[in-house]
């Protein structure tokens, strides 16, 4: 399926004008192809492919027009985190006299970012069922109920309550809430004072399969550096379902039934009676430094008042090999793909008349490893949160061509932005399309959501819906393809037939939004449902 050929010899026979303020499909290819080959090593964080990737990003960024927007006059911002490498992994559930040796990345993966720790040895520590592990006062909601947890090994359910139930409506219905994240369960296990976690995998509320869980968790781990060793858990784990379901079976307990009873706020915590887990690791850990990667175009009046657009650098690097003995994770729609749109917009933004306000474009490093990079930015801004306007985080772009819709992650959020982005859509002949998939949480999984929490607006949308473009077919086919067997996956490879007309329409979107909000006094809000409107408010009086 050759689907760029045409798009390509089009861009090329435009008038050299019209190309220097048009999004170009050649120069997208390019990025992509280029960051996402073998020699990239798959963008590992803190290894030599990290260099190549300053490199290559500051070097297109002053290509476009920007100057350095990161730290002491240069184009990164320095991100220290603790690097932990887990090995000799030993781990085995027992209940009297029947025990199980877990292999991992096969029935379970065991990892830990416990600052502080050269090995970490359990010995007969007890399981506790506290089915999905939160603590919501808000909503009345606490599944350990005031039981001690310390010492113990919570075995926890993936999302929240209402994923099997939207009747109940106490997270929201089908929507994930941040309560359904695993980073929050292992955080709420800590203030738990628990000894580790055993999230149970499902593929249908966890929005992904066990082949992601094992390559996303079975390499170093990342977190920001921590003073205190108290709020991460010694062991983080994961356990494939039907190891779960005789487990429980062997303490007497149906999995099943108990499952069904953590739908309700009266669940109460089901200690496995007899069963225990043995788990032991060698923890290899250091402080590393990793980048983000930053450039800005000074607004010409209010250069003070910021936009900024993000996608993540980063990809998984390299990992074990698949069954074609390929071990290189080159993550070219996740995420070259975005980082050769926030380039592309970075060349648009300094072609024309220079905006009123200030455009910033971030690379953000480690979002893999649990939206670090983002993470740290927004504690640490190097532009005030307070006087950023929003922006727009790019995350895996459509290279399958032209849709017939907008899917808006976090539809509802911003009343403001949606009404921003439906006048835009439909300039282009497009329609809205709320996140159709709200019960995978993915407004929780890009690097906008450290921002947004923290009350900065933040736009995540990108093309969705059916495709309006022949061969039909062929371009569901690949789009659904890769969701299902590439996602996270070693061959996630760049492609000669990608058509980018479905990602340039995104990236006209984003800029014609973004271009009208920086000649403008607007201050883009929250809705008075949103849990961020509060954050946004606290800071009202530095905008004006």
Not at 109 to 137: C, H, K, M, Q, W
């Amino acid at each position: 399926m050759r689907l760029l050929t045409a798009v390509a010899v089009l861009a090329l026979a435009l008038p050299a004008a019209a190309q220097e303020v048009a999004f170009d499909p050649v120069r997208l290819s390019q990025h992509t192809r280029i960051l996402s080959a073998d020699d990239y090593q798959g963008r590992g964080i803190a290894t030599p492919a990290e260099d190549r990737v300053i490199g290559y990003m500051s070097g297109a960024m002053a290509a476009a027009g920007l100057e350095p927007g990161g730290e002491n006059g240069g184009w990164t911002q320095a991100v220290a985190l603790n690097r932990f490498t887990a090995s000799n992994i030993q781990a085995r559930l027992s209940v009297g006299d029947w025990t199980l040796p877990l292999a991992q990345g096969e029935q379970i993966v065991v990892s830990t970012r416990r600052p502080g720790e050269s090995r970490i040895a359990l010995s007969d520590a007890p399981l506790v069922f506290v089915g999905y592990g939160i603590n919501a006062p808000e909503r009345e909601w606490n599944d350990f109920k005031g039981q001690d947890m310390t010492g113990k090994i919570l075995v926890v359910l993936v999302n929240d309550a209402d994923f099997e139930e939207p009747a109940l409506n106490t997270f929201g219905g089908r929507a994930m809430t941040y309560y359904g994240r695993w980073t929050y369960k292992y955080e709420e296990a800590a203030r738990q004072g628990a000894a580790g976690v055993i999230i149970v995998h499902e593929d249908a509320p966890a929005s992904y399969g066990w082949t992601t869980v094992r390559n996303s968790w079975s390499g170093p781990n990342f977190d920001i550096v921590r003073s205190n060793a108290n709020e991460r858990i010694p062991v983080e784990s994961w356990l494939q379902r039907d190891v779960a379901v005789e487990l429980f079976r062997r303490a007497g307990l149906d999995f099943d039934a108990l499952k069904m009873q953590a739908r309700s706020r009266d669940f109460q915590p089901v200690a496995l009676t007899g069963a225990t887990l043995d788990v032991t690791l060698d923890v290899a850990s250091e402080q590393i430094v990793t980048h983000n990667i930053i450039g800005r175009l000074p607004g010409t009046t209010r250069p003070d008042e910021t936009i900024l657009f993000t996608g993540h650098w980063d990809h998984i690097g390299v990992g074990a090999p698949d069954a074609e003995g390929d071990a290189i994770f080159n993550g070219a729609v996740d995420n070259a793909s975005g980082i050769a749109g926030l380039l592309e917009l970075a060349r648009i933004a300094t072609a024309g008349p220079r905006p009123e306000r200030s455009l910033v474009f971030i690379g953000f490093t480690a979002e893999e490893s649990g939206l670090l990079g983002s993470e740290y930015y927004a504690a640490n801004p190097l532009y005030p949160l307070e006087t950023t306007v929003g922006g727009f985080n790019m995350d895996s772009a459509n290279v399958y061509g032209r849709t017939r819709h907008l899917g808006v992650i976090g539809y509802g959020q911003s009343a403001d932005f949606d009404a921003r982005l439906e006048a835009a859509a439909s300039a282009q002949g497009r329609t809205i399309e709320p996140d159709q998939m709200t019960q995978a949480g993915f407004y929780f999984r890009s690097d906008h959501f450290p921002l947004a929490k923290r009350g900065v607006p933040m736009v995540y949308a990108d093309s969705s819906g059916p495709f309006v473009d022949e061969p039909i077919a062929a371009r569901t086919a690949a789009r659904d393809e890769y969701t299902a067997r590439r996602y996270h996956q070693a061959n996630d490879e760049w492609s000669g037939d990608w058509d980018y007309r479905g990602q340039i329409q995104d990236l006209e979107l984003y800029w014609s939004i973004a271009r009208d909000l920086a000649n403008s006094r607007d201050w883009p809000t929250w809705s008075e449902t949103s849990e961020f409107a509060t954050a946004r408010a606290a800071s009202d009086g530095a905008r004006d």
